[in-house]
């Protein structure tokens, strides 16, 4: 993109500016623009197909542009004896004046715009600089205790537990987490969404629920293990 538009800008032009001075013709002008450099494109990459294994990349856009200027001054090639003649013209020229190989990255590309204004200090300890990656270490943790511990511990049985206290007590999501001292107020109000379905609660209103018949305290006193 970068090389595109500096032909377009900077090469092509050589520092003159659009002749036009309405819209319309500005509109033609960039079109014509778009047209040369795509002809001038297709006409190099014909030109290097014919020497295998070079890049595209190495014909010279200038060297084109100067040589499809000096065959329309001239009229080269426009006469059948001139084609004759053995006159290559412009792909002459490509081949006669290619770039040297391009440099192979040896370091990652730079932001030149970070997002942080302030650059990492010096004595920071962030590289600076582009490191060749020869090992990688890994390091294996514990996995760490569920919060929702099997048995007695886990959160179910605690709600569980506490409905029985007072199983005509109509309970309000708020109330269970003041008793059991959660700070996951999300998270556990999706819990008791799913404890309902389970078919361990009832419903009666938003955010408001009893203990389901089967889980009353003259029912058969059972618990539910917890999965991790």
Request: aromatic share 6%; hydrophobic share 35%.
């Amino acid at each position: 993109m970068e090389t595109t538009y500096y032909a377009l800008w900077h090469t092509m032009p050589a520092g003159r500016v659009l002749r036009s001075q309405d819209p319309r013709g500005l509109e033609q002008d960039v079109w014509a623009l778009l047209t040369l450099y795509q002809v001038l494109r297709m006409a190099m990459a014909d030109a290097v197909e014919s020497l295998p294994g070079i890049d595209p990349d190495r014909a010279s856009f200038t060297i084109a542009l100067q040589s499809a200027r000096d065959e329309v001054i001239r009229a080269d090639h426009i006469l059948p004896q001139q084609q004759q003649a053995g006159t290559k013209g412009m792909a002459t020229a490509i081949r006669a004046s290619l770039l040297p190989p391009r440099r192979a990255r040896t370091s990652a590309r730079k932001v030149k715009c970070p997002t942080s204004r302030y650059p990492a200090h010096p004595t920071s300890g962030h590289s600076l600089k582009s490191q060749n990656v020869t090992r990688l270490a890994r390091a294996l943790r514990a996995q760490p205790p569920s919060t929702a511990a099997a048995g007695h511990g886990g959160q179910r049985n605690k709600v569980l537990q506490i409905m029985r206290t007072a199983p005509d007590r109509i309970w309000r999501a708020r109330d269970l987490v003041n008793e059991l001292g959660f700070t996951g107020y999300d998270s556990f109000y999706v819990q008791l969404g799913r404890w309902t379905r389970e078919g361990l609660l009832d419903k009666i209103a938003n955010a408001t629920y009893t203990l389901a018949t089967d889980w009353l305290p003259n029912s058969s006193s059972r618990l539910v293990t917890e999965t991790p």
